[in-house]
């Protein structure tokens, strides 16, 4: 009987799953040296097939579960992602969540959230836990307001900003087309007819917000429309500060007769808005949103809104941060995601009233 016979023999004895079990019990049980044990749980390369499998065998019918931690120090990293998003309780980022979650587990690789709730302090304290964690990367939705560039070093884990990126990153970073989204919004409430028209920006010091604001604005001035400084109202993305500034833009006379929200939750701030001076929607102010939220299609009427896909953004971030820990010589790479301009019943045409007179906010 060879080495690897005898062993089973001995250790099936009393010793299968036991919660004590070693690498020199898994050695003795293979009939291998503790090196090879080791180098099989460690998974380097170098390791005769043969052995390799005895050694897996006997893993398996002794119930060994290996120190996840043990095998980090000895790589000095762990099988282990951050993620570092602003807001839980924003419904676009679970779908981002979950896209990023579902590769890495397909790839071995366990997601570790860390929500900031939007506090730059927060931000920074994750990312230093994260580092202490020995993360093997790091995909990572800023804040609102953040300082993060000052706190990466060189030596950190790789890094992927996924739907909105500091300014000054030259790093990976996978967003949509938020120009092209807000082009599209434009194009379509110019093609019913809009020329008075108000914009809702997310904070303008998010290249987001400032993409979606130039290319609806591109889109106008295709047709000679301007939009008046005062109606470009900014805002935070969340309902209130949408609700707030729409209350603002319907103050202004002439009024618009067509909004632009720089994401969903911004335009269902504006919807109430509108109902609370009296007016309809469409009839008297059409509305037009970013994200195409699931509740998008479901609120009254149902949101026209331009459609980026957030399982799809977080599975392509990850995809990168997985690359980039396999070849961290490769150039950095920036991805813009397609976007698709979603059409529903809170856009019509403009009000005949508006139609073809000069008025504030176009030219």
């Known amino acids: ?19 004590g079990t070693t690498i020199r019990h898994i050695a003795e049980y293979a009939g291998v040296s503790l090196g090879t044990v080791s180098n099989v749980l460690n ?10 499998i005895r050694v897996n065998d006997a893993v398996k019918a002794l119930g060994y579960e290996p120190s996840r931690l043990a095998q980090a120090l000895n790589r000095n990293s762990m099988d282990l992602l951050g993620m570092i998003i602003p807001d839980i309780t924003n419904p676009f980022f679970p779908g981002v969540v979950r896209g990023a979650e579902d590769l890495a587990y397909q790839h071995g ?27 093997s990367g790091m995909l990572i939705i800023p804040a609102l307001e953040t300082r993060i560039l000052d706190s990466l070093r060189p030596n950190d884990a790789p890094v992927v900003f996924v739907a909105r990126s500091p300014d000054g990153w030259k790093g990976d970073s996978v967003m949509a087309d938020n120009e092209q989204g807000g082009f599209e919004a434009g194009a379509h409430l110019a093609r019913l007819g809009h020329r008075v028209l108000g914009v809702i920006t997310g904070p303008l010091y998010l290249n987001t917000a400032r993409a979606r604001l130039v290319g609806f604005q591109n889109a106008l001035e295709k047709v000679g429309v301007r939009i008046a400084p005062e109606c470009i109202q900014g805002a935070r993305f969340n309902s209130e500060s949408g609700r707030a500034a729409a209350a603002r833009l319907l103050e202004i006379l002439p009024r618009p007769t067509a909004i632009f929200a720089a994401n969903d939750l911004l335009a269902m701030g504006a919807l109430v808005a509108i109902r609370d001076r009296g007016l309809r929607c469409p009839e008297d102010v059409s509305l037009v949103g970013f994200d195409n939220l699931d509740i998008a299609s479901y609120m009254a009427p149902p949101l026209t809104t331009v459609h980026e896909s957030s399982y799809q953004m977080g599975s392509a971030a990850c995809q ?32 005949k009233v508006t139609r073809g007179r000069r008025r504030l906010g176009s030219v």
């Open 43 to 52: 998974r380097s390369t170098g390791v005769r097939e043969n052995l390799r």
């Open 320 to 351: 990168l941060l997985l690359e980039r820990i396999d070849r961290p010589e490769d150039p950095p790479r920036q991805i813009e995601l397609p976007i698709e301009l979603r059409i529903r019943n809170s856009t019509a045409p403009a009000p």
């Open 1 to 19: 009987m060879d080495a690897y016979r005898q062993g089973s023999t001995r250790m099936s004895k009393g010793r299968r799953a036991s919660h």
């Open 109 to 135: 690789q366990r997601l570790v959230l860390c929500n900031t709730d939007n506090d730059v302090q927060k931000e920074i304290s994750y990312l230093s836990d994260l580092r202490s964690f020995r993360s």
